[in-house]
């Protein structure tokens, strides 16, 4: 099956009891049994609940592998996967993470013993010179956030399996429509379900995906014992969110390459960043390993900070704040916001300068949003 049609028939099958085409909302704690012991495959809902099971096998399905967990954040979901490792082990992640992932690494494993080496990825090489018969994990986002840097997912696959190291993409960014790690050789896919999964910025999520059986085992055995699962409620949203997917996706990818084009061509901005110009360092793994280029771009303003703060008060349609990947458009500092706990020196090396400006192009009129981005910037 093409993606559009996996997206609305995912995971969801009429309900057997009374044909209800979209899974209900399973609001209950716990589930009646004929005898102790006996029951229909549902005990608590920690560790089962039906729409949370519909909505992990329509992400599962949807990234091409066999088991899909859900959590109650994106970074529940990172945090339940780093309890496979032991004090000791050692991380190689990307350098530029999303903010919280590097704060978890950097603020809560190093003080259980793990070590985390963060590392520019554009080359495979700077990788391979930190493996040691420690590593147990390689982390990576592509396109990373928010300078939109591109790691090249088979290569980096192939130099985890040749050392027999886990590898974990976080596919927040991309998502399954644009690109599927799982096929290039990743162990573990991550979602921030928040983003454009759920697509309406209502619900906080997170997710994770996995093909390999005793992985999948060790995953649900700690999503149980640890029990930061998601609700029916918000599972219920997700699996709605999921079945226009395809569709918005095409446009935040229609939108993002208009605006990107745009940003590129005014006099007023200095830097864009998106992988989808030809000048992009690693546009070549993007255009090989995504199918378009997504709705996520960075640009730095020829200006001060102030001048930056000045352009996103103007945005009438754009609206300042975190997150990103909804229908509606949203523009965020990360020096100030999403990025504020990356110390000033490592954000310097990395590029993210303090009027760097990131969008989520929405879904909303191209028109519209051309014309907002002009009145803000002129
Ligand atoms: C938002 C985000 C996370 C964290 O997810 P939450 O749902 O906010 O906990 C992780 N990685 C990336 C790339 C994100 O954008």
Redesign the pocket.
Known sequence: MKFGTKAVHAGVHPDPTTGAVMTPIYQTSTYAQSSPGKHKGYEYSRTHNPTRDALQKAIAELEGGKYGLCFS????S?DTLMKVLKPGDEVIASDD??G??YRLFTKVYENFGLKFHFVNMHKTESVAKLINSNTRLIWV?TPT?PMMNIVDIQAMGKLAKSHNILFAV?N??ATPYLQQPLALGADIV?H????YLGGHSDV???ALVVSDDQLAEKLYFLQNSCGATPGPQDSFLVLRGLKTLHLRMKAHCENGRVIAEYLANHKKIDKVYWPGFSSHPNHDVAARQMKDFGGMISFTIHGTTQDAFTVMERFKVFTIAE???GVESLCNHPTTM?HASVPAEKRKILGIEDHLIRLSVGVEDISDLLADLEQALN
Not at 73 to 76: C, E, R
Not at 192 to 195: E, G, P
């Open positions: 954040s994106g970074m529940a990172i993470l999303y919280g992932t986002e956030n976080d927040t960014f991550m921030s379900v928040t983003k906080v999520m997170g997150s990103l990947g999403t």
